[in-house]
């Protein structure tokens, strides 16, 4: 079945350092693929989506790329601030008129972003 | 556009009662998901709606759940006979069909506490 797996955390990173968050997906087709974020106390929100292979989406700096060859969509930014702190959940979705959309996610790893 | 909305926030029951959810999703949104999400992991989707017709359960969705969705609006989540196991965050979710058909806007959620 589909399935997404995402790198453990705690992340704990210094504030302008560069973030990478790994994500690896197994499906069936060909997915949508996002990254959701949950900042503390709130829903969750989407950060970015990326609908085929190749696609880079990109959000507040954030940025990643659909590679189908890797079955990847790893998130990365440039320089993280401390309100980026949350946690990050990789998630996908079967496209296709018969595919209801339903979300599978990763199991989310938080990032700390220390002053 | 106000967003999902879910109520109550919280809820706290003892075991063996019988509890209920309510979802309201963006308006114009005709799909709805449930998801359960626990502690420390992401997201698990449980059923979905398109207008008042639900087309998908999971097999998480034990007989002692049941949803709705009447009129193709709002969305009532019901857990029978609560047990512990079902304490957890409880989400819902909207989106519109066609292009952004598998972009969702994720309520602020429902967290049950079965004591």
């Known amino acids: 079945g589909n399935s997404v797996t995402q790198m453990e955390g705690p992340v704990t990173l210094s504030e302008e350092a560069f973030l990478t968050i790994n994500c690896t997906y197994t499906?069936?087709?060909?997915?949508?693929l996002f990254w959701y974020v949950q900042y503390p106390g709130e829903g969750l929100q989407l950060l970015l989506k990326?609908?085929?292979?190749?696609d880079k989406g990109s959000n507040k700096g954030f940025e990643a790329t659909y590679r189908k060859e890797t079955t990847s969509f790893h998130l990365e930014k440039g320089s993280v601030q401390v309100s980026d702190s949350a946690v990050y959940f990789c998630?996908?979705?079967?496209?296709?008129?018969?595919?209801?959309?339903?979300?599978?996610f990763g199991q989310g790893t938080t990032l700390q972003v220390k002053p | 556009d106000t967003g999902v909305s879910q109520n109550p926030r919280h809820k706290i029951t003892k075991r063996g009662q019988n509890v209920t959810f309510r979802c309201d999703p963006i308006?114009?949104?005709?799909?709805l998901y449930w998801y359960r999400q626990t502690l420390g992991q992401g997201p698990e989707f449980l059923t979905y709606?398109?207008?008042?017709?639900?087309?998908?359960k999971s097999r998480l969705l034990s007989d002692r759940f049941s949803a709705e969705r009447p009129k193709g609006s709002f969305s009532t989540l019901e857990i029978q006979r609560t047990e512990q196991g079902d304490s957890a965050m409880y989400l819902c979710?909207?989106?519109?069909?066609?292009?952004?058909?598998?972009?969702?806007?994720f309520g602020p959620g429902t967290r049950l506490t079965v004591t």
């Open positions: 979710a909207s989106s519109a069909s066609g292009l952004s058909a598998y972009e969702q806007y």
């Open positions: 499906a069936t087709g060909y997915p949508s």
């Open positions: 990326a609908t085929k292979a190749d």
């Open positions: 998630a996908l979705s079967e496209r296709g008129s018969s595919n209801t959309g339903k979300l599978i």
């Open positions: 308006s114009e949104h005709n799909r």
């Open positions: 709606f398109q207008n008042e017709a639900q087309l998908e």
